[in-house]
């Protein structure tokens, strides 16, 4: 195969195929991508190592390689300075545990594979990469777990077997979403045991004249300390993209300087953050590359970076953010922003808690056929124009439907007013792409009340991807057995024929095809 570099991991890949020219359609350079796949070979090296020298491993190998996978997620570090220290960091390591005779791999082996051998490798790597993310968010609160921890150096052992067929392959992808599960389970106890339990919140989308920050990804800690930081500084602190549902957790929302969010999706970034009058953190994914319009005001932390940016390092020390949000000044008068649809303001914070706690009214509803259908429309956002599916959609769910949603998909209609059924808004925001645990719990519960399956509820999964994470999640949900499920606005690109005619059989998965159609098959 001739190219300078190989990637299909995200929904906006060159033609639906694979970006191998001299730059990804995200932005990431040919030099970029081929230091990821020298990172991650690396990766499969170490945890062969670890895997070796088991009694040799420590924290430290668990740390690196959940860094290094996260480094690799989409929209996440385009700086090969800093992917180069990481390779090192990572050589470094497997030397400590005696591992040279334990190679990297080369992952043109892996591009280069028989398309379906490749296409299952792709679910494996590309899910814990997300599973990574979320394990990462869960360890800087001081929440680790062995057995995720040994499942993704596993897990990457099993990316370099060049000699497993399907059989050894497919399990290992069904246990992904497997882990996945636990290590979700892990974030979201890390989360509420941290800062508190998500209550229901409006979210105000006006920026208060005077200096402010805004701090985009889904890093809960990143934002706190910041808070912590800005306190009493004159400094007010905004939302962007998938850190909106920070607003609704009790030990984050108390922070009165945590004025309101800014912005819609990541894709929007370059266009809302051209005059902006104020820095922007990314705590995490997605950043795009910064215009010059903006570029001086971007500021990167954790596993985030893009060349020439300030990186806030591990210290986290945020005074080169604090001091730029003072010398530019911010608005001299309030400004109102809206959101793609024109509103105002948000709602979020409606996690497993709040609408488990009204538990019995949601029951009451679906009996009573107050509540005739229950969708789930969530996943991430993304640029292409199809997206607007997903608009479209929520607005012509019926009156006596509710819609769950999650992630930064949600900013195509969260800004919609539906109305409400009972106490319950139309719309519900349960939080983060993460949060999926907490759809997961809800949906589960109501199957335990009705004393059927999930299956069998009045619910429709209605998933929009993009990243990484977006295929962790769905193979969690296959792992529980939910069937049914429509993607959009595409299928992946590392999906093979083979292996969508498994998924179609085995899980009926479906892509999403006109929100009209859609909405008669599965009210039908
Ligand atoms: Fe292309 Fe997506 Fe890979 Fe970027 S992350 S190079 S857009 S496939
Ligand atoms: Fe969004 Fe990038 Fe996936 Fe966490 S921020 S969901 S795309």
Request: with cysteine.
């Amino acid at each position: 195969m001739e190219h300078k570099m190989f990637c299909f991991q995200c929904e906006q890949t060159a033609g639906c195929r694979a970006c191998t020219a001299n730059a990804g359609v995200c932005g990431k350079k040919a030099d970029t991508a081929l230091l990821q796949d020298q990172l991650t070979g690396a990766l499969i090296g170490l945890a062969r190592a670890a895997a070796a020298h088991r009694e040799k491993a420590s924290e430290n190998t668990d740390r690196l390689l959940l860094e290094g996978l996260f480094s690799t997620l989409t929209n996440v570090n385009f700086d090969n300075d800093s992917l180069l220290a990481q390779f090192a960091l990572v050589e470094e390591e497997k030397a400590r545990l005696g591992g040279q005779d334990c190679a990297d791999y080369d992952m043109n082996r892996l591009w280069e594979a028989d398309e379906d051998i490749r296409s299952l490798k792709s679910l494996i790597l590309l899910g814990i990469r997300g599973v990574a993310a979320y394990a990462y968010h869960a360890a800087v609160l001081g929440y680790k777990s062995q057995r995720v921890n040994e499942f993704v150096a596993t897990a990457l052992c099993a990316v370099g077997m060049d000699d497993w067929g399907m059989d050894q392959l497919l399990p290992v992808v069904m246990k992904v979403g497997e882990v996945n599960l636990e290590c979700m389970a892990l974030l979201d106890q890390a989360n509420t045991e941290t800062y508190g339990n998500p209550e229901p919140t409006r979210v105000g989308m006006t920026v208060e004249k005077g200096p402010f920050i805004v701090v985009s990804g889904h890093d809960l800690h990143d934002l706190k300390l910041l808070l912590e930081q800005t306190r009493d500084k004159g400094v007010n602190v905004y939302t962007h993209g998938e850190m909106l549902p920070a607003h609704a957790y009790p030990e984050l929302k108390k922070y009165s300087h945590l004025k309101g969010n800014f912005g819609t999706a990541w894709q929007n970034q370059q266009r809302e953050f051209a005059s902006l009058p104020a820095p922007i953190l990314f705590t995490t994914n997605c950043l795009m590359p910064p215009r010059d319009t903006y570029a001086d005001r971007v500021f990167t932390t954790g596993v985030v970076a893009w060349p020439g940016t300030v990186h806030i390092g591990r210290d986290k020390d945020f005074t080169p953010v604090i001091e730029k949000a003072l010398e530019l000044g911010g608005f001299a008068e309030d400004r109102q922003f809206t959101g793609i649809n024109g509103g105002d303001s948000v709602m979020t914070g409606f996690a497993h808690n709040a609408v488990l706690s009204a538990a019995d009214k949601v029951v009451a509803a679906v009996k009573s056929g107050a509540v005739r259908h229950i969708f789930l429309v969530g996943g991430c956002d993304g640029a292409r124009p199809s997206r607007s599916y997903f608009t479209d959609f929520v607005k012509q769910t019926p009156a006596d439907t509710l819609v769950l949603t999650l992630a930064c998909g949600k900013y195509r209609f969260n800004d919609l007013n539906l109305g409400t059924i009972g106490e319950f808004p139309r719309i519900m925001d349960m939080g983060q792409c993460n949060d999926a645990y907490s759809a997961i719990k809800v949906a589960s519960a109501l199957a335990e009340v009705f004393g059927c399956s999930v299956n069998d509820l009045p619910l429709s999964l209605v998933l929009s991807w993009y990243e990484q994470k977006a295929v962790c999640i769905l193979l969690t949900l296959l792992h529980l057995g939910i069937k049914n499920i429509l993607l959009g606005p595409s299928l992946p690109a590392f999906v093979s024929p083979n292996v969508l005619k498994f998924l179609v059989e085995q899980f009926g998965i479906a892509p999403t095809s006109t929100p009209e159609k859609d909405l008669q098959t599965l009210l039908g």
